[in-house]
């Protein structure tokens, strides 16, 4: 069924939902960022988005004697997202370079910091504009066919869709969602300032080691991602210490790893499988005479915006053959990135970074650091492709003209950019690095340096990723497993007893009550993000 009536174009874009939307992609971003980096995880910000744009409009409004509408403040979420999925992509991603050695850390007592940080931010600058620009205008293109004509579910956007109706009557979210922030901001004050609280309690049970990190942010994740996820990612982080135990430690990266590359690979089989029944069912309609799916006629638009990334990326360093490849590979991975969004709600962006810096490394060589720019481009274009269709979705349900959304996700997208590749350099550098003895896991990045610079032990890396596959196709999922043997036990007990929390929750089947953790969950996020960023960015500074 499609949408038969939509309002003016810009109705609802206001001077105030573009001011929000700027100022709530800073702080997306950087909250973004930092769970990224530290969690190796990166839950949609779509819900708790919608009522931080939700609570700021209808404050806004109560202020300035102007109402706001239910349009208004899905646009305004549209563009407050948007950096979230920026940050994705430059955190699973960029990590690599250090972990490949490409990147040397940052050494207060040996050099300045600008002299260490100006050559390595254009490049990963340009490379996330770069995405950026083509993402959001692909994600456009592929609007028409995924949401109105196949109308694939997009679960986070639908959700986000009911959060902005439900809110829309009463002002009690917004209160959970402000005092959620206060609590986890706080908490990380009093953890990572104070020292009131160790990071990690570890002891042990019998001969057995336990271990649990202490962060609202974690538990917040686990429950976000429910019970049977946060189980997966306990198991592996079990399977890991088993294999410390038995002495096989320098291989559990390996093994994680081609459990990911092997997720990855189960997710383009389900991809090509539901892409040749849908064309299977569009071939028997045209016979029957039925209505096919419309021509899509923004080729012109596509044409602008891959020029005008390719040579963006030409400035970052690529030759212009690799950069005519990327873009070639971004259509391709963000068309299947916006589907397997639709379809499952999961979007694994560094995957598909891998699958094309190693699709494009058949046809010409590439070095390691270019390799992971091609990388980080697909990964912020593939993280944008599915934000901006679940938001698609939302504007869908709720009949928003989706022409405003482009341009809040555009200006949501270019913040990401401004504030997030700063951000990254300078937490990394007050970390030391990158890797889980300094607190910076980076799992997937783990993934994207194995491809470039080696993945080890070939035969453990071949069964993993088969096992990987296999897992992955029997709808358990790998990818969890595998970042859950990176993690380690601390972190993922903390992920595991928020899904035990969500679990005990789902039994009283209220919807009200479960809207309410999520939102609870989505403020622990957040305001732990922030605040342990801004944190270490000021101790940088101050050191």
């Known amino acids: 069924m499609r949408q038969k009536k939509t309002r003016s174009a810009f109705e609802d874009l206001t001077a105030r939902s573009i001011l929000l939307t700027i100022l709530g992609s800073i702080l997306i971003t950087v909250s973004s960022l930092y769970i ?15 009522v931080l744009s939700m609570t700021l409009l209808k404050a806004s409004g109560r202020i300035s004697k102007r109402a706001t509408s239910i349009h208004e403040m899905n646009i305004t979420q549209t563009g407050m997202s948007g950096g979230a999925m920026v940050a994705g992509g430059i955190a699973f991603t960029v990590p690599a370079l250090f972990i490949a050695g490409v990147y040397e850390p940052y050494d207060a007592a040996a ?18 504009l770069g995405g950026v620009i083509i993402g959001t205008v692909l994600c456009w293109i592929y609007r028409p066919r995924n949401v109105e004509d196949l109308e694939l579910p997009y679960p986070i956007g639908a959700a986000a869709a009911d959060t902005l109706e439900a809110g829309d009557e009463g002002g009690f979210k917004a209160f959970l969602l402000i005092i959620s922030l206060a609590f986890s901001a706080l908490f990380a004050v009093i953890r990572d300032v104070w020292g009131w609280i160790q990071t990690i309690y570890s002891s042990s049970i019998a001969f057995f080691p336990v271990s649990i990190y202490m962060s609202p942010l974690a538990i917040a994740t686990g429950y976000i991602i429910g019970f049977a996820p946060a189980c997966y990612w306990f198991v592996g982080a079990l399977v890991g ?3 410390q135990q038995a002495g096989a430690a320098d291989v559990i990266m390996t093994a994680a790893v081609g459990l990911m590359v092997g997720a990855g690979v189960g997710i383009m089989i389900n991809f090509f499988k539901t892409t040749f029944e849908e064309n299977k069912k569009r071939r028997e309609a045209e016979k029957s005479g039925k209505p096919v799916f419309r021509k899509n006629r923004s080729g012109l638009l596509l044409l602008i915006a891959g020029a005008a990334a390719f040579v963006i990326t030409v400035v970052a360093g ?23 969004t639709g379809q499952t709600g999961i979007n694994p962006m560094e995957i598909f970074g891998i699958i094309i810096l190693l699709a494009i490394r058949l046809f010409v ?16 274009a593939c993280g944008y492709a599915g934000d901006a269709m679940n938001d698609y979705k939302t504007g869908y349900m709720l009949k928003t003209n989706p022409k405003s959304q482009f341009v809040t996700q555009l200006i949501g997208g270019f913040t990401g950019v401004l504030v997030g590749v700063p951000a990254f350099f300078l937490v990394i550098a007050q970390y030391g690095g990158v890797g889980a003895e300094v607190g910076l896991p980076a799992a997937q990045a783990h993934s994207v340096a194995a491809m470039v610079s080696g993945i080890g032990d070939p035969l453990i890396f071949s069964a993993a990723l088969i096992a990987g596959m296999i897992l992955y196709l029997l709808k358990i999922p790998s990818m969890i497993i595998g970042i859950g043997m990176i993690l380690g036990l601390g972190m993922s007990t903390s992920i595991f007893i928020g899904g035990l929390i969500a679990l005990v929750m789902s039994g009283f089947k209220s919807k009200k009550l ?30």
Do not use: R
């Open 36 to 50: 990224a980096l530290k969690m190796s995880a990166l839950p949609w910000p779509t819900i708790f988005v919608a």
């Open 111 to 128: 050099m300045d910091l600008g002299t260490w940080l100006m050559p390595k931010f254009w490049p990963i600058f340009f490379v996330s």
């Open 241 to 243: 210490l088993i294999m």
């Open 318 to 340: 690529l030759s212009p053959l690799v950069s005519i490849l990327a873009m070639i590979g971004v259509i391709f991975a963000t068309a299947m990135s916006s589907v397997i």
């Open 365 to 380: 060589t590439v070095s390691h650091e270019h390799a992971i720019y091609i990388a980080c481009l697909v990964a912020v």
């Open 514 to 543: 479960d809207t309410g953790g999520n939102i609870i969950a989505a403020g622990l996020l957040g305001g732990e993000g922030i605040t342990s960023t801004i944190i270490a960015i000021i101790t940088m500074f101050q050191g």
